[in-house]
């Protein structure tokens, strides 16, 4: 049938079978409708009958219930996945909630803790910048500053892995600062925003004592795992369990649903630090892939920046051709470090001809610090080390977990 609005409940006939589900809109002649189980089909109009029309009316808003006798924790929205639902008007996916409709639609939090709720964005995670990053550490600071006894950031998973190190840098935490996320929205059966979010809380109230990733740890609905902000990645475009901690074991482990946390012996604990905030950032600094048959001309963007970091190949290589553009730019003032492209392993530029050479000409090695981790230090450590030989120096130093002494056997 024609005459569909956007929301309209239907029911169509795919392949000869009835399917219920929401009309979204018109796209190349089909409707286009999300089925219940929250994926998209195509089908003809003709194919639709109309259940129920759409009503825009806004629903009442529940009071949130707040028990006094349980801890208080913040939660700091900036958007994401978890913090979304359906537009009926396009189809997609828009981030829509902030920290208080969350606690409405996820009830189970307030048997936890109690919350203070403040929204910061209300962004997708590909439109975060530097400048957003400072303005989150100076949340979590003031919340932490205010008495609360762990701080939640919701946010999107794709680059939740940059935030969660960024506020590594920028804030010394004395409680968990658990950054949560979900890969598939609240409108779908198998999203895992109520797992996450719940383990999220329960890892917020443990022991812990540094800023974390919490996450599903496998495809099903037994556990999340809590990674370290500066040693975690995004490892799968859709998975619930898409996130892994690199170069070292997760910090713990929140069971569910009994939400049990289990902390592993080299999390850093409750109380071991005194709160602080250094949040200034140097945003000319840059991360480069090397590929082969690179062009040394790729270099010259980055004239005039203050850092560049390089995920280079094995140990941490370039071609030859690449090195004279690099000691330029050293030269001018720029610090240059290098990491790898193999996640796994540490670079150690003293083996081969080419690693000795970019060594001469000034390059940092990074240990075995991720590419995206190194850009981060990068642009917090140039932020607030204005002498270039001190930042160098600094470069090598571990300063929140993102440079392990050693590699681990089987990581």
């Known amino acids: 049938m024609t ?50 029309k759409w009503s825009p009316a806004v629903p009442p808003e529940v009071a949130i219930s707040q028990d006094e006798t349980l801890p208080l924790l913040s939660i700091l929205s900036t958007g994401g996945t978890i913090a979304s639902r ?92 658990v950054f949560v996320g979900s890969q598939r929205s609240a409108d779908r059966p198998s999203s895992d925003n109520v797992m996450n979010a719940l383990c999220s809380a329960s890892a917020a109230t443990s022991p812990l004592g540094e800023v974390a990733v919490v996450m599903h740890d496998s495809t099903s609905d037994d556990r999340c795992a809590i ?80 850092g560049l970091a390089i995920a280079g190949t094995g140990l941490g290589h370039v071609n030859t051709g690449l090195i004279e553009g690099l000691k330029s730019l050293i030269d001018e003032g720029c610090v240059v470090v290098m990491t790898s492209q193999c996640l796994h392993g540490r670079v150690c530029d003293r083996v081969y001809d080419t690693g000795r050479d970019l060594l001469r000409a000034g390059v940092v090695e990074g240990g075995d610090m991720l590419p995206e981790v190194a850009l981060v230090k990068l642009m917090w450590v140039l932020g607030n080390l204005p002498d270039r030989e001190k930042a160098t120096a600094m470069m090598e130093m571990n300063l929140a977990g993102e440079i392990n002494r050693r590699s681990l056997h089987g990581l």
């Open 86 to 177: 359906i537009d009926y008007r396009t189809g997609a996916v828009t981030s829509q909630f902030d920290a208080a409709d969350i606690l409405r639609a996820i009830p189970g939090l307030s048997t936890i803790a109690r919350y203070r709720t403040h929204k910061l964005y209300t962004i997708l995670s590909e439109n975060m910048t530097p400048g957003i990053w400072q303005e989150l550490a100076r949340a979590v600071y003031n919340e932490i500053d205010a008495g609360a006894m762990g701080v939640i950031v919701t946010h999107g998973t794709d680059t939740m892995a940059y935030s969660a190190a960024a506020v590594s840098f920028m804030v010394e935490s004395p409680v968990p600062v």
């Open 3 to 52: 005459g569909l609005s956007s929301g309209d409940r239907v029911v169509c006939r795919y392949g000869g079978v009835p399917q219920e589900g929401t009309y979204i809109t018109e796209r190349d002649g089909k409707a286009v409708i999300k089925l219940d189980t929250g994926y998209n089909i195509g089908v003809s109009h003709t194919e639709c009958d109309l259940l129920e």
């Open 227 to 306: 990674h370290r902000g500066t040693r975690v990645r995004k490892m799968h475009t859709s998975r619930r369990d898409a996130f892994r901690s690199i170069g070292i074991p997760p910090l713990g482990y929140v069971e569910y649903p009994s939400l049990d946390v289990k902390l592993s012996g080299h999390a850093v604990t409750r109380g071991e630090k005194e709160p602080g905030l250094c949040d200034s950032l140097e945003e000319k600094c840059g991360l480069v892939y090397f590929h082969p048959g690179m062009d040394a001309g790729i270099l010259e963007c980055y004239r005039g920046y203050r």
